[in-house]
């Protein structure tokens, strides 16, 4: 029951429906305080103008004033009210006490249930003076004879010469006053109840309408927070494209946005640490192969010495195998390169000469493959270009072998050099005669393990790292026709790094 009470407590809908029905009953209660007042005034104001038309009659010259003639004033009043019931006043009394002494009422003396309330009105006008000084009306409330009532009084003399003082007390009932406005209430409280209701549905369309967004933004959170961040989202959102919406359509693209941050923040988190497991493995393995592939090539190219003068089939196997450890050192050096990178040693470095000396050593395995290699040289190019050549000579051959794989077979690698004076920039790029990159892996390209042959994917993702290593830049331009890898790299940039560090 308490988790029930809470449940509906922090219930959004009740908490905005609420306001609407405590205004409501706000609202309703001062408008019952002040109509109770109103109709207060308004049977002062009738009862005053009962009074005056008793007054005007009664002053009249000639008249002969009696407990009789009261009556029949009082009761020509009552049938002028009866006539008008919306000035209805109900049951009231007249006393009249004159300077003799003499007592008139509309009270018969025989009632003798109501006559003490006369002799009660009379003891208190003589205890309290309630004696009129002028000829305006006075309002006073007395209780008389355990009975309240609303009096009003006022002192006049009859219109003519000699004529005598009387005063005037009209007593009215506060048991009708309260009638009345018990009556008004009652009607105010079935209204009042009426629009309760209509308040309170008024207030549960809106609540629903605001809180039904929320409650399925609040929802989605908790499918997300129990399946993950790979969970579908279904959320509220403007009905119409384009359309804008309102605080909840905010909130629900700033959830979204947010949803697709943490997607993005993770897959680059799992991404992290799979690069530091492949790194460690890579290690790993690349020591595990480095030392015995440097005995192996050792041996080979110490019974290639021994074999002397053998036949040409012996010496292109001798030359094949040799190719394919270097080959395999290539791969060694690349997942150390990956594994543990290190900072380039720049040295003068003839980049034609080792550009042609990369093209020489990848040969063989390109004529397997049907693939000619060619160099295109710029020979303005400056010999001491401020370079690491072993990092250089692996950015190439990763490019080299790229471009070969691109056409499997049959088809051409151009390695071009040029060299910019102006700016002091030099392009090595690598082009080949392939069928082009497929349109969803360009964005991701230099990605590490983003491969478009079923490769690791990490010769581009390398390649890219030399590259910037060295300050400069890798990009790419592909087309059915073939696709052409370039790196930049600033001489000036390079040579001023090296003087500012010596």
Not at 190 to 211: E, F, N, P, T, Y
Not at 217 to 232: D, K, M, Q, Y
């Amino acid at each position: 029951m308490d988790s029930l009470k809470r449940s509906i407590h922090s219930s959004l809908a009740v908490k905005i429906t609420l306001p609407f029905v405590a205004l409501f009953a706000a609202v309703l209660f001062a408008l019952g305080l002040v109509l109770a007042r109103e109709i207060l005034l308004e049977v002062e104001a009738r009862v005053e103008d009962q009074q005056r038309f008793v007054l005007e009659v009664a002053t009249f010259p000639g008249f002969a004033l009696g407990e009789e003639s009261l009556r029949q004033i009082r009761d020509r009043a009552g049938r002028s009210a009866q006539a008008d019931p919306a000035a209805a006043t109900g049951h009231c009394e007249f006393v009249v006490l004159e300077e003799d002494g003499r007592t008139l009422s509309t009270i018969a003396r025989e009632d003798r249930a109501a006559w003490p309330t006369v002799e009660a009105l009379a003891a208190a006008v003589h205890a309290r003076r309630l004696k009129p000084a002028t000829e305006d009306l006075q309002r006073a409330t007395l209780r008389l004879a355990r009975q309240d009532w609303l009096v009003l009084y006022t002192a006049r003399a009859a219109r003519g010469p000699g004529a005598a003082m009387r005063r005037f007390y009209l007593l009215y009932p506060f048991a009708e006053i309260q009638n009345a406005q018990n009556r008004a209430l009652r009607r105010i409280a079935a209204l009042g109840g009426l629009g309760l209701a209509l308040a309170a549905g008024l207030g549960l369309l809106v609540a629903h309408w605001i809180s039904g967004p929320v409650r399925r933004l609040a929802v989605a959170a908790g499918r997300i927070s129990r399946g993950g961040l790979n969970e579908t989202l279904e959320l509220p959102g403007p009905r119409r494209q384009g359309q804008r919406g309102d605080e909840i359509a905010e909130l629900t693209r700033a959830f979204q946005a947010m949803v697709e941050t943490l997607r993005n923040s993770q897959a680059e988190l799992l991404k992290a640490e799979r690069l530091a497991a492949t790194g460690k493995l890579a290690a790993t393995v690349a020591h595990g192969i480095r030392n015995p592939l440097t005995s192996l090539r050792m041996t080979v190219e110490m019974l290639q010495q021994r074999a002397g003068n053998v036949d040409a089939q012996t010496q292109q196997a001798y030359a094949v195998l040799l190719g394919e450890i270097n080959r395999m050192a290539l791969a060694v050096e690349e997942l150390l390169t990956f594994a543990r990178p290190r900072p380039p040693q720049r040295v003068p470095t003839d980049l034609n000469k080792l550009a042609a000396e990369t093209l020489k050593f990848l040969e063989r395995q390109l004529q397997h493959a049907h693939i000619q290699g060619s160099l295109d040289a710029d020979a303005a190019l400056p010999p001491d270009l401020p370079l690491d050549p072993e990092k250089v000579r692996q950015l190439l051959v990763n490019l080299v072998l790229n471009a070969q794989q691109a056409m499997v077979r049959d088809g051409t690698v151009t390695v071009r050099t040029r060299w910019d004076a102006v700016s002091e920039q030099v392009t090595l790029s690598v082009r080949d005669t392939g069928p082009g990159i497929a349109e969803e892996v360009r964005d991701k390209l230099f990605e590490l393990f983003v491969s478009t042959k079923g490769g690791g994917g990490l010769g581009l993702a390398i390649a890219k790292q030399i590259a910037e290593e060295h300050g400069g830049s890798i990009s790419f331009e592909t087309s059915p026709r073939g696709t052409t890898f370039s790196v930049v790299l600033s001489a000036v940039q390079e040579t001023q790094k090296e003087v500012g560090g010596g």
